[in-house]
């Protein structure tokens, strides 16, 4: 079964430093992965998705997340942490067979000033 | 363009009751998918609609759970009686092709 495990329940950061959210993931074949963020009392949102097209992907709001396959990691990184980024973020694999996304347990990011 | 829209965003019911909880997926969508978060956990795949068709509901957890989608526009899920587990965060989701797109989610609390 495909999985994704993701190393840290929470990472706190200070304002303007980068952000690193870890995940490695289980799979026989190449996935294709997936980033989401949900912002408190608001719904999840698509952060950015990796579909073997390229190793990088950058996603929305300076997010980006860079598939190592040697590793089975796909971290999640910003250069730069704004008080905006605060929220929990899941990642999330789609197995090869059916449409069920699976994932993981949730980062929550803690932006302090 | 409208997003996935749920209704209601809360509900609190006594244990035994029923709820009826809605999804309005993105129009156009024929994938319609139903998850669910109970505290602590991960967030779990109930079940998966292509149009009106149930594609895959191996994750619906007893029958006391049932999802339609009658015309293969909105969808339902209503629990029947509802347990104190059942509480937990229902989210709804819909696609076209690979990217799912989620909606804020209802809140239940069964007491």
Request: proline residues 5%; glycine residues 8%.
């Amino acid at each position: 079964a495909q999985s994704v495990t993701q190393l840290d329940s929470h990472v706190s950061v200070s304002e303007g430093t980068p952000v690193l959210l870890r995940c490695n993931y289980s799979s026989s074949y190449s996935p294709s992965l997936f980033w989401y963020v949900q912002h408190p009392n608001k719904g999840l949102q698509l952060l950015l998705k990796y579909t073997s097209a390229a190793t990088l992907v950058k996603g929305i709001n300076g997010f980006e997340a860079e598939f190592k396959k040697s590793e089975t990691s796909f971290h999640l990184t910003k250069p730069s942490a704004h008080m905006s980024d605060a929220a929990e973020y899941f990642c999330v694999v789609r197995p090869n067979s059916g449409y069920a996304l699976n994932f993981g347990k949730g980062t929550s990011l803690l932006v302090t000033p | 363009e409208a997003g996935v829209t749920q209704f209601p965003s809360h509900s609190v019911i006594e244990k035994g009751q029923t709820v009826t909880l809605r999804c309005d997926p993105i129009s156009g969508h024929d994938n319609l998918y139903w998850y669910r978060r109970v505290m602590g956990k991960e967030i779990k795949f109930l079940l998966h609609f292509v149009k009106e068709s149930k594609q895959d509901e191996s994750g619906m957890p007893n029958n006391r759970f049932l999802a339609e989608r009658t015309g293969g526009t909105y969808s339902t899920l209503k629990v029947q009686p509802a347990e104190l587990e059942d509480s937990g965060v229902y989210f709804c989701a819909s696609s076209l092709g690979e990217t799912q797109y989620f909606g804020p989610g209802t809140r239940l609390l069964v007491l």
